[in-house]
C-alpha cells in the first residue's frame, strides 16, 4: 500500500461521488451433482474472468451432461459420475490456469510483481525481434503481389 498510485486513490475516497471495489473468487467443488439436482456453468466450476473460459466450458460441460445421460440413458448415477470424471480434469487445468493468469493482471506479492515484470520484458523483447509482417512489410506485399 506504499504505492503512490494506490495512496491517492484511497486518500481520495472520501470526495469521490461513488466508487466500487470488487473481488474475483473461485469455488472448487468435490461434486457438480447431489441426486438429480446438478450445477452446471458458473454454478458448478466457477471460472473467473481470468480464466476466459467461462462460455467454453458452460458449452463443453453441457455438451458432455448430454452426452453421458444418452450413454446412460436408465441409470442417472452413472451418468453424472461419467460425466463429472470426463469433465473435471478439463475443468480443473482451466481453474489451475485462471490463477497462474491472475498474476499478470493482479500480483499477489512483490515476488510475483517482479516476475510478471520480467516475463512482460521478456515478451516486449522477443515482439521487438520480428520481421515486419504488418501491411506495407514485405509480406504483405507479396500477397499483394505489389513491389516496392
Not at 472448487?28 to 454454478?43: E, I
Not at 458448478?44 to 458432455?64: D, E, I, K, Q, V
Not at 440413458?73 to 463429472?84: Q, Y
Not at 493482471?105 to 520484458?121: I, M, N, Q, T
Request: with cysteine; hydrophobic share 40%; proline share 5%.
Amino acid at each position: 500500500m506504499d504505492d503512490p498510485v494506490v495512496r491517492h486513490v484511497l486518500d481520495s475516497l472520501e470526495d469521490a461521488p461513488d466508487h466500487l471495489f470488487d473481488s474475483v473468487h473461485q469455488v472448487r467443488m468435490s461434486r457438480w451433482s447431489k441426486g438429480r439436482v446438478v450445477l452446471v456453468g458458473d454454478a458448478a466450476w466457477c471460472m473467473n474472468l481470468y480464466s476466459g473460459m467461462g462460455a467454453t466450458s458452460s458449452l463443453r460441460g453441457g455438451a458432455a451432461l448430454s452426452a453421458a445421460l444418452r450413454e446412460h440413458p436408465d441409470d442417472l448415477a452413472s451418468a453424472l459420475d461419467a460425466w463429472e470424471a470426463r469433465l473435471r480434469p478439463f475443468i480443473t487445468k482451466h481453474q489451475r490456469t485462471a490463477r497462474l493468469k491472475q498474476q499478470m493482471f493482479v500480483p499477489s506479492s512483490r515476488r510475483a510483481e517482479a516476475l510478471r515484470s520480467v516475463l512482460l520484458g521478456l515478451v516486449r523483447r522477443i515482439r521487438g525481434r520480428r520481421p515486419a509482417t504488418g501491411a506495407g512489410g514485405p509480406r504483405a506485399r507479396a500477397m499483394s503481389g505489389t513491389s516496392r
